[in-house]
């Protein structure tokens, strides 16, 4: 299996452009997590979606934050317009289990964005 | 909200113990104790998880004490590819079910 897949790995933009990161999880897992991490904060849940739905997007910051899940395999998370605040890793994780249980993350190796 | 509490720093001399510790004093009965490190630009990877019992895998033990207020994880052969931070997690309940939250680990610094 490849693992979960997150593109692009780096990302320059400047103030005001879109963002948009993309995630493949592994196949047959229903959940997906997007965190994002910065050395203020640390890692932080942002969304997790189960089986395609959001259940919790309390982590998102600001309506300028965006994710979508339109299939079992395939998640993006937007930002627009972005900022500088914005720079960080956003990394990406999926999960075999079912809710109840939480099963073991296996995160992407992330998306480093920085905002000009 | 991570819940737990870990030394923000330890360092271990390489091919001895590391022994990392936790504390989960407010953990509930059906709360698990998970372990996952973060090596330098890469995603955290999963290490081994636990309820009551201690755990064992390829990777390290888990050791819960018998109240499960607080836990160790033990490298028991440390080497250099072992230093990263490592985040002591417990899993959440109720309508939060499904996520796990990272405090800020603790940097283990193996040196040779």
């Known amino acids: 299996d490849a693992g979960v897949i997150q593109s692009p790995r780096h990302e320059v933009t400047e103030m005001g452009q879109e963002v948009t990161l993309r995630c493949k999880p592994i196949?047959?897992?229903?959940?997906l997590f997007w965190y994002r991490q910065t050395m203020m904060r640390g890692l932080e849940l942002l969304i997790y979606?189960?089986?395609?739905?959001?259940?919790?997007d309390s982590g998102m910051p600001e309506d300028r934050f965006s994710a979508k899940m339109p299939n079992a395999s395939f998640s993006t998370l937007k930002i627009q317009p972005s900022e500088p605040r914005d720079s960080a890793v956003y990394f990406c994780?999926?999960?075999?289990?079912?809710?109840?249980?939480?099963?073991?993350?296996?995160f992407g190796e992330g998306s480093r964005l920085t905002v000009l | 909200d991570a819940k737990t509490t870990q030394p923000t720093s330890m360092d271990c001399a390489e091919g001895r113990a590391a022994n990392l510790p936790c504390n989960h004093s407010?953990?509930?009965?059906?709360?698990?104790v998970y372990w996952y490190r973060q090596i330098h630009s890469q995603g955290p990877q999963y290490i081994i998880h636990?309820?009551?019992n201690n755990e064992t895998n390829e990777m390290a033990s888990l050791i819960i004490t018998e109240d499960r207020k607080s836990s160790t994880l033990i490298l028991p052969h440390a080497t250099l590819r072992d230093t990263a931070v490592y985040y002591c997690?417990?899993?959440?309940?109720?309508?939060?079910?499904?996520?796990?939250?990272f405090g800020r680990g603790t940097q283990l610094t193996v040196w040779p």
């Open positions: 994780a999926s999960s075999g289990r079912q809710i109840p249980n939480t099963g073991e993350l296996f």
């Open positions: 196949s047959g897992h229903n959940s």
């Open positions: 979606f189960n089986n395609n739905v959001p259940i919790d």
């Open positions: 407010t953990i509930s009965g059906n709360e698990y």
């Open positions: 636990g309820l009551k």
């Open positions: 997690i417990v899993s959440l309940r109720g309508s939060t079910l499904g996520r796990l939250y």
